[in-house]
């Protein structure tokens, strides 16, 4: 799991560099925080495992074990866009 999530970062880390050069405006900012385990970003979440919220420095987020935890949101912030950026804070425990 720790390997699909550090392959997700960097997938969303290449497809950001594409927006940084971009001279149109930015329009509309999605935001979604992970910091609840009922809902992301006004979306319904599919709890798989026992993920658990967190307090960090940052705020709330969510804690994964790393192996059998996951969210599954019904919504795709994606559609319709032609490019996007995405920004991931991601801290591998021990």
Known sequence: MLRFMLCVALFFGA???SQLFSA???NKAVVWKLDS???I????V???GKPR????NGGKAIEFNGQDDALFVD?????GLKEFTAEVVFRPAA
């Open 15 to 17: 497809c950001a560099g």
């Open 24 to 26: 149109e405006p930015i």
């Open 37 to 39: 385990l009922e809902s």
């Open 41 to 44: 970003g006004g979306n319904a």
């Open 46 to 48: 599919t709890v798989v």
């Open 53 to 56: 919220i967190i307090d960090t």
């Open 75 to 79: 919504a795709n912030p994606l559609a």
